[in-house]
């Protein structure tokens, strides 16, 4: 048999932290996860995510980075681009960067 809450008072919706927002967003859109399934465990709907995703996108603490290769030179490790978009900026760091130079990159541009 399923578990039923029960809402009294005034106030019928949760509240959610921006901690458990951003642990259930990193969680859902992490390689192999399924939204749907992240979603079902949190007990909120998928829409849910993707907005808090979006709403997370535009705060200072959270960017999207991505890998890639850089055309014609395709193969190579050295090849290896990180790619920041933090709003309307964007960023390209060569793939072999610290994590602690991409980390002061972002800090200095969050704080302009």
């Not at 967003?25 to 996860?33: E, K, L, S, T």
């Not at 395709?74 to 793939?95: F, K, W």
């Amino acid at each position: 048999m399923g578990q039923v809450d029960i809402l009294t008072g005034i106030e019928r919706r949760r509240h959610w932290r921006a901690e458990e927002k951003q642990a259930l967003v990193a969680a859902a859109f992490a390689p192999g996860a399924v939204v749907a399934d992240v979603a079902q465990q949190a007990d909120v709907r998928p829409s849910q995510l993707y907005r808090w995703r979006r709403e997370l996108r535009h705060s200072a603490g959270f960017a999207e980075v991505l890998v890639t290769q850089l055309p014609g030179i395709a193969g190579t490790a050295s090849a290896a681009v990180i790619e920041i978009s933090l709003g309307d900026m964007q960023i390209r760091l060569p793939g072999t960067a610290s994590p602690d130079l991409a980390a002061a990159i972002l800090s200095a541009l969050v704080r302009r």
